[in-house]
């Protein structure tokens, strides 16, 4: 568009995880009339291809490689503050006396610094959270002392407002094991530090989902609620095009995956992914190898080049019969071809997302932060699937992962299961299209963009409101 009523830094935490939110976020708002324009650092800068959304280059200190170069975590995280904070100021002071000057930086949570970058040029500042409203509690409440770490046996379970209890597994594995992450929960208390700086508040889920959480959490983090945030194509169709977020920090078998999908019957293919961290033990990817064999049923599994080499190639040629291992997919084309009846998921929380609105039916297998409290909510809140237990060893075992296939695929829980699949696919479209409650949160942000700009006022509005 020619008239851009405000524009919009959109800057996220450089993982694939994040960037496709944040940037699907930055797609909605540029089909709403305000310029959008993505800061991400200069490893990842180079998979952006989005039509209509400008990109940016800031440096996280480690520009060939990005967090592989960095010693650890802390490291990486004061790093990024120091050389982003430094860089998006640049980006910020290009646009200041340009025709399009910068309105508002929404940020990732993840990067804090970000707000404080944005009230030192005197323009807006928003937060971006990526997790499910229900985590965001949890951890909101640890921040502010209202929940005290470790917990112990006896705090259990863990009563919060708009939450159902929550046993210890049921928790985030960074508040389960404090000592086991140090650095990653410190960036997520980090998260709330200045927040009450914050001009709005977005989280990426929806009404429907996960409106109590949202609303037992209010005064600590009053969030807009904008999601699902996922392509366009999937759900409204308000964005013409919008099939793909647009961002791949690796290159899709898109061909292989669908003709083989085209040969396969409807709902009779399980689609196997574990996102783009979790690593598995050899033992581990052993039994579901051995339990994708057993069960009989076709099956697409996505093993990423550092995992395959676990895999023994006798258990490779020997499931071949039925199914396809590939080193990457596209994740929301094979989960909305109508072959795919199933989705073994890490349970992150942005397959969670493209799962309930794509009315797949999944087996949750989590393994680490948030993935244990969004696998608790598929299988007992939302009821769209079922939770594969670990044994002793922390191991899902052959057994135990046939039985959930069977149980989606074909269970007495099974039409249930797939019942419930396709109500939480429609409310999400409905939330997300024009009028729903998501859609209504991100045109009333747009609003007040444009009111500021065409005003001229530098007064800040708090949590969206004047």
Known sequence: MENHQGHVVVLPYPSQGHINPLLQFAKRLASKGVKATLATTSYTVKSICVHNIGVESISDGFDQSGFAQAANEETFLQSFKANGSRTLSQILNKFQDSEFPVTCVVYDSFLPWALDVAKEHGIFGATFFTNSATVCSVVCHVHHGLLYLPFKPEDMPLLIPGLPPLNLLDLPSMLQKPDSYPAYLKMKLNQYSNLDKADWIFGNTFQALEGEAAKGVAKLWPAKLIGPMVPSAYLDGQIKGDKGYGASLWKPLREECFEWLETKAPKSVVYVSFGSMVTLTAKQMEEF?????????????????????????????????????????????????????????????????????????????????????????????????????????????????????????????????????????????KEISEGGSSDKCITEFVEHLVRANQTGEAKTFQNGKD
Not at 318 to 324: C, D, F, I, Q, R
Not at 347 to 371: F, H, R, T, Y
Not at 398 to 418: A, H, N, P, T, W
């Open 289 to 429: 190898a051995l339990g994708l064999k057993e069960s009989g049923v076709n099956f697409l599994w996505v093993v990423r080049k550092t995992e395959l080499c676990k895999l023994p190639c006798e258990i490779i040629d020997s499931v071949k019969e039925k199914g396809l291992l590939v080193t990457w997919c596209n994740q929301l084309e094979a989960l909305a071809h109508e072959a795919t009846g199933c989705f073994v998921t890490h349970c992150g929380w942005n397959s969670i997302l493209e799962g309930l609105s794509l009315g797949v039916p999944m087996v949750a297998v989590p393994k680490w932060a948030d993935q244990m409290t969004n696998a608790k909510f598929v299988e007992e809140i939302w009821e769209v699937g079922v939770r594969a237990k670990e044994d002793g060893d922390g191991i899902v075992r052959k057994g135990e992962f046939v039985g959930c296939l069977k149980e989606v695929m074909e269970g007495k829980r099974s039409k249930e299961i797939q019942k419930n699949s396709r109500k939480w696919r429609e409310l999400a479209k």
